[in-house]
């Protein structure tokens, strides 16, 4: 991450959300917040955004779209945000993106479900020279090439950064060794691949990994695909799980094999439930990720381009690993993070 104090934002500014943005997050998509400054208002060049998230049926982009709106509401300027009907929706994702690229937005936030899913729409995008802010998920770079789409900056979590994370702890907790599996997101998923890789790294020697399985993101998948790989493993230690939600049901199926405590889950994004669970020692572990920071961060980006600033090619996201040590810090300051991180577009728009 770029260093840039002026940027710079601490768990200290925190402060409690608005009860009910994030129900309004979950309310569906193609809504606008914020407001377009008045006409003529000096030294005020106002983009209007248009952005394009994954399915708001996981609590991770509901968060997302709350950063947005959030950034949105401070500097007034027009977001519309819509969404995937669900987070494997790549064909739906697409099509939303393809009827706002007929309109008049300046500025393209976009979270594509696939590396690949969304190309067609920033083509057409590039060829009309607005500008493209790729955040979480990242655009397969090959494929943006073949198809000229320019994007102006990424913003997301160093996956496999994260994966370390986890693949540490999971040594730490297993000091005499044990077999390991890791239940992954839609197979293919660039994410969820970086996610694994990353653990497989931060396992000590002593640590073997047995089983990789793909449950598609969500908590029923893998609660199932779990119970199956504990009853082919019967004296498997842990697992890392590739997002809190299948994480949750994980830990369930851990629970209801009578393993609870025995069998060691940790998993990545930080959501307040997973956090809760951390808290309460269902789950061991989680690496945060801040969607919330991640969906700001695109809007400032956006406005920073829009004054003709030019952009770092890529941010990182900040990420934390949460244990039962800090996780009421991290609940407190939910869904900001609970240490400091550095916003370098914070200072490209004062």
Not at 126 to 152: E, M
Not at 166 to 195: F, K, N, P
Not at 264 to 287: E, P, Y
């Amino acid at each position: 991450m770029m260093a840039n104090t002026r940027g710079r934002r601490t768990a200290a500014l925190s402060a409690v959300l608005a009860a009910g943005a994030l129900a309004l997050a979950a309310c569906g998509s193609g809504e606008t917040t914020g407001a377009t400054p008045a006409a003529g208002e000096a030294g005020t060049a106002a983009p209007k955004i248009a952005a394009v998230i994954k399915g708001l049926d996981n609590p991770f982009f509901q968060t997302m779209k709350q950063g947005m709106d959030d950034q949105a509401a401070t500097a007034k300027v027009p977001v519309t945000v819509q969404a995937a009907n669900a987070i494997t929706d790549t064909t739906g994702q697409a099509d939303k993106l393809n009827g706002l690229a007929g309109q008049d937005f300046s500025c393209y936030v976009v979270n594509p479900i696939s590396g690949t899913n969304l190309v067609q729409g920033l083509a057409q995008l590039s060829a009309q020279n607005k500008t493209v802010v790729n955040i979480d998920s990242p655009i397969d770079a090959a494929a943006a090439k073949s198809a000229n789409v320019k994007l102006a900056t990424y913003i997301g979590t160093d996956n496999v950064e994260a994966g370390k994370m986890a693949g540490q702890r999971m040594t730490e907790l297993l000091s005499g060794g044990g077999d390991v599996a890791a239940i992954g997101g839609i197979a293919g998923d660039v994410t969820s691949g970086a996610r694994v890789e990353g653990f497989q790294q931060g396992l000590g020697p002593k640590v073997k990994m047995v089983q990789t399985v793909a449950a598609n993101w969500e908590r029923q998948t893998a609660l199932t695909a779990a119970t199956d790989v504990l009853q082919a493993h019967p004296d498997l230690a842990g697992f890392f799980v590739a997002n809190d939600d299948m994480g949750l049901g994980v830990a369930r199926a851990v629970a209801n094999a009578g393993k609870a405590g025995k069998v060691r889950v940790i998993s990545v994004d930080g959501i307040k439930d997973a956090l809760n669970a951390v808290k309460a020692g269902t789950l061991d572990g989680t690496v945060a990720q801040y969607p919330y920071a991640i969906g700001l961060m695109g809007v400032e980006a956006c406005q920073a381009a829009a004054t003709g600033k030019t952009l770092p090619a890529s941010v990182k996201a900040p990420v934390e690993l949460v244990t039962k040590d800090n996780a009421d810090k991290a609940l407190a300051a939910t869904p900001k993070p609970f240490g400091s991180y550095d916003d370098p577009f914070a200072s490209l728009i004062k």
